[in-house]
């Protein structure tokens, strides 16, 4: 079985499109999103819909979340003083993303679940138990194992980190998708992951950042020109 799996799309209707005309040219035989659907982008509501449309399962990102749960945002901020203004940053954001979705396409995005198992893949958002903290690529073989290993399943998946990779493990895989939008590795170029029986592949996709840009900045977003900066960047530019 050939699983594609599609993760952090944050709004960006155009990355979406240019990963979903990819997915014709690899024909997956199931495709799985890996949640952070809406947050950050122009067209959250169209996003959602799209992928709605599609019928793709996935699981539940933390920014999806954060959306109706934004106490779970100030908890995350508490324990993570360094990063207490960019989650101010991100909780600005929230209403405005929450009024174009509207409480129907959050009532679905509540119904996802934390985990995906589908033959050998197991996925996650960003761990097994948290959908806030996620080990980076950097991160050792023993800390990969400590938090991936409870799903005892040949190949863990994961996103959130914005930064795709492949490790193996002894006994596992542990892959790291990307993101559709808003890469932090400098590559500006959507990100997905395809798994060809237990061999996990990442695919790169170029898109029309600029035509993306250009939505941003006319949709009315808070903090829409930091946002572009980091698109067009393909790396997290901190906050002025």
């Known amino acids: 079985m050939r699983i594609a799996i599609v993760s952090d799309i944050h709004g960006n209707l155009t990355a979406l499109e240019a990963v979903i005309a990819d997915l014709r040219l690899t024909s997956p035989d199931l495709i799985l999103h890996g949640g952070d659907l809406a947050y950050g982008g122009a067209r959250p509501a169209e996003v959602v819909d ?36 960019l989650l101010a940053t991100i909780e600005e954001v929230i209403p405005v993303t929450c009024a174009w979705l509207g409480e129907e396409r ?5 119904t996802q679940p934390i985990v995906q198992r589908r033959g050998s893949v197991a996925l996650v958002h960003a761990s097994p138990n948290d959908v806030w903290r996620g080990p980076m690529p950097d991160a050792s073989h023993a800390e990969l194992s400590e938090v991936f290993a409870c799903l005892e399943a040949p190949i863990a998946v994961y996103g959130h980190i914005h930064q795709p990779y492949i490790r193996n493990l002894p006994g596992m895989t542990v892959a790291n998708t990307g993101s559709v939008s808003l ?58």
Not at 67 to 85: M, S
Not at 106 to 110: D, R, S, T
Not at 218 to 236: D, N, V, Y
């Open 106 to 110: 959050i009532g679905w995005m509540k």
């Open 183 to 240: 890469s932090y590795d400098g590559d500006v170029r959507a990100s997905y992951l395809v798994v060809d029986g237990e061999k996990p592949a990442i695919r790169r996709v170029e898109y029309d950042i600029e035509n993306e840009a250009e939505a941003l900045l006319q949709s009315g977003l808070p903090h829409a020109e930091w946002i572009c900066r980091t698109l067009r960047a393909g790396r997290f530019v901190p906050l002025p």
């Open 50 to 85: 799209r992928i709605r449309d599609l019928e793709w399962a996935g699981v539940c990102g933390n920014t999806d979340e954060a959306l109706w749960a934004p106490e779970k945002l100030r908890d995350f901020a508490a324990r993570a003083p360094k990063l207490q203004k």
